[in-house]
């Protein structure tokens, strides 16, 4: 009997314990942010996707009279951003400033210090930015068929360039070879380098963001062939995307959205979510964005989860198909 009250009594205290663990944690939660919260970029400041962060967090400090801070740790694919952050306190005041990069480095590193996956809370998508296959001017390619049929006579004579390994330029490019079954070669450069050699006709093709894109193509500096993304780029509505050119397969996304540290409470979870979609729904944060021709894609905070899993799914299967390895 002894045994039986003694087992009860301390079923009790583990209950009791919950039931004020979880309503600190709700209280917390409610009070959230009481004080700075950093929010680590894995780009360098001036990054298009960094840009989007300041633009969009400014507004989220306004709406929740508390400073959040745009912190930049770059380097290493962007690794050394979201190893900062998994090894943070889930507590809500360190945030990732995620993107594609997340699943790429997956493929390019044969071991990194957290997981992908199981280290982070997906928060909130803050958009996707377009990527556009510009080619040179002098290979006077008009049309996706063109520039396919080219490097279909001459198998590994055409190049193409990106800005660097695991970029988004090379991860679009890469999904457009495997699509359309050409056997071309990879020059990766370091930032933008490559599409100046692509203006001066000494690299084929490179995919470049929709918004500096467009004065290049106004410019006649380069051709714009097709877009990477399933549907039209508002910036650029009348050029074709990879499906409508044939190759749905060759479809990219670079998305950039926020992320926290796995076992952040989903209380506070749910509350930065909606400041974020708060933010994105005013006017004057739109039309920055759309300049920077990042467009919406309204996401619940467990669409969003489903999104990267996806992303890194489908991330995985291209290095396969593409025969990708690691880097290091």
């Known amino acids: 009997m002894r045994s039986i009250r003694a087992l009860r009594q301390a079923l009790f205290c583990i209950v009791a314990g919950l039931s004020l663990l979880a309503a600190a944690t709700?209280?917390?939660?409610q009070?959230?942010?009481?004080?700075?919260?950093?929010?680590?970029?894995?780009?360098?400041?001036?990054?298009?996707?960094?840009?989007?962060?300041?633009?969009?967090?400014?507004?989220?400090?306004?709406?929740?009279?508390?400073?959040?801070?745009?912190?930049?740790?770059?380097?290493?694919?962007?690794?050394?951003?979201?190893?900062?952050?998994?090894?943070?306190d889930p507590d809500g005041y360190t945030l990732l400033l995620s993107s594609a990069s997340l699943s790429s480095q997956v493929v390019f590193h044969k071991a990194l210090p957290y997981d992908a996956i199981r280290d982070f809370t997906p928060v909130?998508?803050?958009?996707?930015?377009?990527?556009v296959l510009v080619a040179a001017p002098a290979d006077n390619f008009k049309t996706l068929a063109d520039l396919i049929a080219a490097a279909k006579a001459k198998p590994g004579a055409l190049t193409?360039?990106?800005?660097?390994?695991?970029?988004?330029?090379?991860?679009a490019a890469e999904r457009f070879r495997v699509a359309a079954k050409i056997d071309i070669r990879h020059i990766p450069f370091r930032g933008a380098e490559g599409l100046a050699e692509v203006m001066a006709g000494r690299i084929d093709?490179?995919?470049?963001?929709?918004?500096?894109?467009?004065?290049?193509?106004?410019?006649?500096?380069?051709?714009?062939?097709?877009?990477?993304?399933?549907?039209?780029?508002?910036l650029l509505p009348d050029v074709p995307t990879m499906a409508e050119s044939g190759y749905p397969?060759?479809?990219?996304?670079?998305?950039?959205?926020?992320?926290?540290?796995?076992?952040?409470?989903?209380?506070?979870?749910d509350k930065l979510h909606g400041e974020i979609q708060k933010a994105l729904a005013?006017?004057?944060?739109?039309?920055?964005?759309?300049k920077l021709g990042v467009e919406q894609e309204p996401l619940t905070v467990d669409q969003f989860a489903r999104f990267v899993s996806?992303?890194?799914?489908?991330?995985?299967?291209?290095?396969?198909?593409?025969?990708?390895?690691?880097?290091?």
């Open 31 to 88: 009070t959230w942010p009481t004080r700075v919260v950093k929010v680590i970029s894995p780009f360098t400041a001036g990054n298009a996707g960094d840009t989007v962060a300041r633009i969009v967090f400014d507004q989220v400090g306004q709406q929740l009279g508390q400073a959040f801070i745009i912190e930049n740790k770059p380097g290493a694919g962007g690794t050394l951003a979201a190893d900062f952050v998994a090894k943070s």
């Open 205 to 234: 093709f490179y995919n470049v963001p929709v918004a500096p894109a467009v004065p290049l193509l106004n410019a006649g500096k380069v051709t714009v062939l097709a877009v990477s993304t399933a549907k039209r780029a508002k």
């Open 310 to 328: 996806d992303d890194l799914a489908g991330t995985l299967k291209l290095a396969k198909d593409a025969h990708l390895e690691p880097t290091d």
């Open 282 to 290: 005013v006017a004057s944060v739109q039309d920055k964005l759309a």
């Open 249 to 269: 397969d060759a479809a990219y996304v670079f998305w950039g959205g926020v992320a926290a540290p796995a076992k952040t409470p989903r209380a506070i979870i």
């Open 124 to 131: 909130s998508l803050l958009g996707i930015q377009p990527t």
């Open 160 to 171: 193409f360039a990106s800005a660097g390994i695991g970029s988004a330029s090379h991860m």
């Open 26 to 29: 709700a209280a917390n939660a």
